[in-house]
């Protein structure tokens, strides 16, 4: 499975962003879709994940701000991030469960103003 992410630049606190990414390879075998995010000096975190069966996951610190959503006809993944804060910046990474753990390359989010 390749994971291709775009999308990602920088926006003042507030702004939106959209994130999209393309999935390529052996789709069938994927169960889950969802994007993580790491930030300067701290760990890799989930931040939203779909799952075939149409469940969602957000981190606690994104919910109500940030959406998911899967189509499986274009076999792509987006995040839609509103009201976005500065402690949202980070490197974001497009992630897919299979028969292997996948990642796509990140792409930068900075909120600032």
């Known amino acids: 499975v390749q994971l291709q992410a775009s999308g990602g630049g920088l926006v003042q606190p507030g702004g939106s962003l959209r994130l999209s990414c393309a999935a390529s390879g052996s789709i069938s075998s994927i169960t889950a879709l969802g994007w993580y995010r790491q930030a300067p000096g701290k760990q890799r975190e989930l931040v939203a994940r779909?799952?075939?069966?149409?469940?969602?996951t957000y981190a606690v610190s994104v919910k109500g701000r940030f959406t998911i959503s899967r189509d499986n006809a274009k076999n792509t993944v987006d995040l839609q991030m509103n009201s976005l804060k500065p402690e949202d910046t980070a490197v974001y990474y497009c992630n897919a469960l299979g028969y292997d753990v996948y990642w796509g390359q990140g792409t930068l989010v900075t909120v600032s103003s």
């Open positions: 779909v799952r075939d069966n149409g469940m969602t």
